[in-house]
Nanobody
């Protein structure tokens, strides 16, 4: 089993910054893509940013230029640096990872429990 634990959410004023972190632990051989998604009540979960094991990144249009995703393959962590935050960035943010585990043929997809980001004055 694998656990993804997020941290770093909270309340911030417009224009401020937050750094979200996610650490994967458990039965891990390696991790393919890792990413961050957001979800508002009653809406589908949507991509914010993803990063492959070789560092290739993919961002949602609303995230480009303000949010930066990074990872540490040795520590099985992924971070999301969020700058110039806007009220419309308010949501629950979820960590996601495609994990290769011992004895499993294909990677297994895992989600964290979510961390609330609120941007308000």
């Amino acid at each position: 089993q694998v656990q993804l634990v997020e941290s770093g959410g909270g309340l911030v004023q417009p224009g401020g910054s937050l750094r979200l972190s996610c650490a994967a632990s458990g039965s891990i051989f390696s991790i393919n893509d890792m990413g961050w998604y957001r979800q508002a009540p009653g809406k589908d979960r949507e991509l914010v940013a993803r990063i492959s094991s070789d560092g290739t990144t993919n961002y949602a249009d609303a995230a480009k230029g303000r949010l930066t995703i990074s990872r540490d393959n040795a520590k099985h962590t992924v971070c999301l640096q969020m700058n110039s935050l806007k009220p419309e960035d308010t949501d629950v943010y979820y960590c996601n990872a495609d994990v290769k585990q011992p004895r499993f043929v294909v990677p297994v997809n895992y989600w964290g429990q979510g961390t609330q980001v609120t941007v308000s004055s």
